[in-house]
């Protein structure tokens, strides 16, 4: 049993190879995640999905009621968290507050057997990769966010694990904050060898840190894709609103797309079948009349529904034949008198879309 | 001169009323009468009996009150008893509270219910029940006996048992309290880091939790001391043996009520020190 267990590890392939069912009556999360050591994959869903669950599956806090998880070979799905070879950063951190850094960094290690000078010194080592040599002896709460996170990050990657799992890894931190870490945790997850996975719901920091995304929406892998691809195609409302994107699903015969919902789009492509069509809310321009001597060849009745500042630009939600956004200058706005209720007419270029296949 | 007492206490404390409320309320109307006479008598009810202590004590006397050797030996045997049932407490006793806040299992509601029993019991009740389960021909004392040849009742260990039995709900439901207030999570993050169970229970939540923990200790410590019931009738009086500081008080009561006053003095001494100890946790907290 145990050699065959012992060749099984190493034909195997190494990294991440999990199918993750957790069944909670209302709630059934079921994901299939894999994973090649030194890829770094994001969670991407909006708040409920299920990313934490699987996190926390992943991790062997919540324990799977169907699937597999191997582990470079090795199948762990009975295994204990405390003797999986997984490292997890926490949301919100959870360093043990009694603890200085360095003590918190060497906690993995004395558990894993180490001596105490030795863990210490293994945790000197890690905060001083980190940048934190001078914060090695303050305790938990005279840490800033940005350093607690990277005290975080060395602890959980002192017990060397084979997967490191991070939890919203930058939703604790201000948004000035964020920034900085962000490259920084870029370059950590860079170095790191072994399989990364973060979970987020924000597509920037998904966008930044992962080399992969897998969207999760009610549960289940919505789309998967490297960052660039999940911004052009997007696959459902959720991330063309996340990459912000007018998203449209119908069916092509040539430059035509006629829409499920009754309008058709022209479009530069010439495609068959279902597709989707993509356009930016930039593309979208806004007329108070009828527009005559437009070259677009699309053209739509609208009602403003809503409309939301940012910087100098307004962004206008519109609905009527097909619900569309609409990006445009206060200026414009102004001059186009844009209130809620308002009627408009709205354009866009054939060329200025994006047609892809289902 | 108790009555001069009463209206000392009562004028005091109409200076001091106002003005925390104010602290609390930011000022505003004052307490309506229904509720501040009632209240003033509730007050007045629980401080009268101990001023009337002080007044009624034997000072000149009191040197030669408290230099007899049972007194001694009696609160020696109070604090040692006393402290040894509260370590017995934390050794059994924090454990438990950890497996009603942490271990979710059927029944989880009634043991809470066990535990909480002897809070509410009548400690005399307490020490029959320990003797029908400990004394020499008691379910698990006869046992004991043949088995060990241990015998409790009528022993030190015996007061200590007693003190425990009564002591002991006090640590654990304080204990639970502040366990279920600590973050779990902590002890998840523990057990990624590659701990057991019951290396995170040691090294990351026995911190967290330290301070209910103690807070627990000093309520148990300071019931066992005063424990008078359960241990009399448990452990009985023999001076030096069994009996403790507030079997001596109620023995000298009988035959020299000063000494039993000046005996008083002393454990209400050991129980304002004990109030002054947890001061930051209780009488901020209210």
New interface residues.
Partial sequence: MTETHGLAARTAPDGLDARLVVDRGAFRLDVTLTVAPGEVVALLGPNGAGKTTALRAL???TPLTGGHLRLDGAALERT?????P???V?QDY?L???LTALDNVA??PR??GAAKAEARAQAAQWLDRLGLADHSGAKPRRLSGGQAQRVALA??LA?RPRLLLLDEPLAALDARTRLEVRTQLRRHLAEFEAVAVLVTHDPLDAMVLADRLVVVEHGEVVQEGTPSDIARHPRTDYIAQLVGLNLHRGHAEGHTVRLDTGPAITTAEVLSGPVFVAFPPSAVTLHRSRPTGSSARNVWRCEVAGLETHGDQVRAALTGVLPLAADLTTVAAAELDLHPGAEVWATVKATQTHAYPV | MTTTAKSDAASGTLRGGPRRRRVREGGGRGAPLPLLVPALIGLAFLVVPLIALLVRAPWRSMPEQLTGAEVWQALRLSLICATAATAVSLVIGVPLAWLLARVEFRGRGIVRALVTLPLVLPPVVGGVALLTALGRNGIVGQWLDSWFGITLPFTTAGVVVAEAFVAMPFLVISVEGTLRAADPRYEEAATTLGASRFTAFRRVTLPLIAPGIAAGAVLAWARALGEFGATITFAGNFPGRTQTMPLAVYLALQSDPEAAIALSLVLLAVSVAVLAGLRDRWMTAG
């Fill in positions: 991790a062997g806090l204990p968290p405390e003797s999986r997984v490292g997890v926490f959870l043990f507050p009694h906690f993995g558990c894993q602890r959980a017990t």
